[in-house]
């Protein structure tokens, strides 16, 4: 069997053909793909060719393809490749199109690597091999009908903390600030309008859900105001710091052998349920028997063709 992987637009073959189903073996064969993969965007990234003129890198392409056993077609003047994966590899009948770019930009190179352009004033749009930490999170959504009362309000906002803090914990964070904000609609002209906003530093930095939703809380009731109908409610944490750098103060008191919930929550949630349908929540965040009408309305949402394999449009000749 063979798997694609994507680099600089490239759908390269990956041969796992035999691959162990012990874990350990699999992780040692990624490692070596994974090696291999990142020789071949090097090699791209110092070897970038302009539009019309990418005749060695349409050559490297292609002897890829071809040390795979995987057949191909040149495009006009030798530059550019047509492949038919599916058919040639897995006999697959149902084929997805996909249509990238080998072309570099006349650009000049910014970034001092070993692997740098090595074409003066031509180069790749750079990957990034870290992605830059996170500075904020925001989560908020549009309510499926106008809200006026407060508690319907609080199970908005404690939705929506819940789902920013799970984010920061994805990604090793904790939030020093946060921020909650409430909407009118502003488009019903004939509805009294007020959009208020609210934010407090934490006096310690913390991923916590149990409390940022005691915060947001707090902050929510000191800006409500009876005789609107809001629209929208929504949080922000902000002034992100990693919890592995994190310095805690001089009188912090650390709790040794703690349980952390949030994460025992998370991963349950990420392996039996989804973002919109989380397995487990917190009370404050609404139960069954008292509806959901602030939730938005996804009645008719497009479908996932870009995520979804079931979801993916069908063509009949």
């Known amino acids: 069997m063979e798997k694609t992987d994507n680099l600089y637009g490239l759908s390269i073959p990956i041969s796992i053909v035999g691959s162990s189903a012990d874990p350990e073996n699999q992780r040692a064969e990624t490692a070596l793909i994974g090696e291999d993969l990142r020789t071949i ?20 392409v292609g002897r890829y393809l071809s040390k795979h056993g995987i057949p191909y077609e040149l495009g006009p003047e030798g530059v550019g490749i047509v492949s038919n994966l599916a058919r040639e590899v897995t006999g697959c009948t149902r084929l997805i199109a996909l249509r990238a770019d080998l072309d570099a930009l006349p650009i000049q190179e910014e970034i001092d690597t070993d692997y740098r352009s090595q074409q003066n004033g031509v180069s790749c749009l750079g ?21 006026e009362e407060l508690e319907d ?61 005691a915060t947001a809380r707090e902050l929510l009731r000191s800006i409500y105001r009876t005789g609107y ?9 902000a002034h992100l710091v990693s919890e592995e750098e994190y310095q805690p103060s001089l009188f912090h008191a650390p709790v040794n052998g703690k349980i952390d919930i949030d994460k025992i929550v998370d991963e349950i949630n990420r392996r039996m349920g989804d973002n919109r349908s989380p397995v487990i929540t917190r009370a404050s965040m609404g139960t069954a028997n008292r509806g959901d009408s602030w939730r938005m309305k996804a009645e008719r949402h497009s479908p996932n063709y870009t995520t979804d394999w079931d979801e993916l449009p069908v063509v009949r000749g």
């Not at 500075?135 to 809200?147: D, L, N, P, Q, T």
């Not at 009118?184 to 004939?190: A, C, G, H, W, Y």
């Not at 109908?229 to 944490?237: A, D, E, N, P, S």
């Open 41 to 60: 965007r090097r090699h791209l990234h110092s070897n970038p060719e302009l539009s019309g003129k990418e005749t060695e890198t349409t050559a490297y």
């Open 127 to 147: 990957l990034e091999e870290m992605p830059p930490p996170r500075k904020g999170v925001i989560a908020s959504r549009s309510f499926g009908s106008h809200v």
């Open 153 to 213: 309000l609080e199970e908005a906002l404690a939705s929506h903390v819940a789902r920013a803090s799970e984010k920061i914990r994805r990604f090793g964070l904790l939030a020093t600030h946060i921020e909650i904000f409430l909407q009118t609609n502003r488009f019903r002209k004939e509805d009294p309008q007020y959009y208020p906003s609210i934010g407090v530093t934490l006096p310690t930095p913390t991923a916590s859900t149990s409390e940022l939703m």
């Open 229 to 237: 109908r809001y629209k929208k409610t929504g949080v922000m944490l």
